[in-house]
């Protein structure tokens, strides 16, 4: 018999491990659709069980979801019931202070009030009374060789029926002089006069401020008092030889 000739890139027909592993790894390079049906290890691949998938995550209880709703809406609304109700009765207590004071006004002595705007003719000297004290004449008479004086007029209206007296005292000038004369004038009920008052000041000086003080004797032991501080502002100067 010839010796057999092997087909081109036929593996050759040795001996050894090597030989009996070579045609298997020419079969796969020239049928590799055969070979992988076939292969064992892609048998074994297909068999091996897959990695497990990573567990899902546990669903989260619903109750729990409404019970965190409901305890954060709650503390909202708490917080802001409560900042209310605070206001309120801030707001309450002030309002409160404020009536009593109102009420306890027309009885009780009351300390100097600073006056909003300054004095000018016209003006009510005391709105806080019921009587009126309505300034007619505010000026100062300055002399050459002599001190100058201030002069005051106030046309007072005693509508009421209880006496009414009014004091003017404490004259404050410009230059810091206090005056210690007071100018004293009573009205009994329904009388109306003009009082005047006068007070000698050092030349070249103007009335900075003054108090007024009302009194009203409503019975034998109930009396009235209103004072006020009065800031005079631009007051005319006229000169005399």
Excluded at 80 to 99: A, C, D, N, P
Aim: with cysteine.
């Amino acid at each position: 018999m010839g010796a057999r000739t092997a087909a081109p890139g036929a593996p050759g027909l040795g001996r050894g491990p090597e030989a009996r592993t070579e045609p298997v790894r020419w079969l796969s390079r020239r049928f590799p659709a055969f070979c992988s049906m076939d292969d064992p290890s892609s048998s074994e691949t297909d068999d091996a069980p897959s990695p497990s998938a990573p567990d899902a995550p546990d669903e989260v209880n619903p109750w729990v979801v409404r019970f965190f709703l409901i305890l954060a809406f709650g503390l909202a609304f708490g917080i802001e019931g409560m900042t209310l109700v605070r206001s309120y009765l801030l707001s309450g207590e002030g309002e409160s202070k404020t009536v009593a004071e109102k009420q306890e006004a027309p009885t009780g002595a009351r300390g100097p009030q600073a006056s909003d705007a300054p004095l000018r003719i016209g003006d009510d000297l005391l709105p806080a009374t019921d009587v009126t004290e309505r300034v007619v004449e505010m000026q100062v008479r300055a002399q050459s060789s002599g001190p100058w004086t201030f002069r005051l007029a106030v046309a007072v209206d005693n509508r009421t029926d209880t006496p009414y007296r009014l004091t003017l005292r404490a004259l404050e000038t410009d230059d810091g002089t206090v005056l210690d004369e007071r100018r004293t004038a009573t009205w009994p009920p329904g009388d109306s006069t003009r009082f005047r008052a006068a007070w000698p000041m050092g030349a070249d000086a103007r009335p900075q401020s003054l108090i007024a003080e009302a009194q009203l004797q409503y019975a034998a032991d109930s009396t009235r008092t209103v004072r006020r501080r009065i800031s005079f502002g631009h007051v005319p100067v006229q000169m005399e030889r």
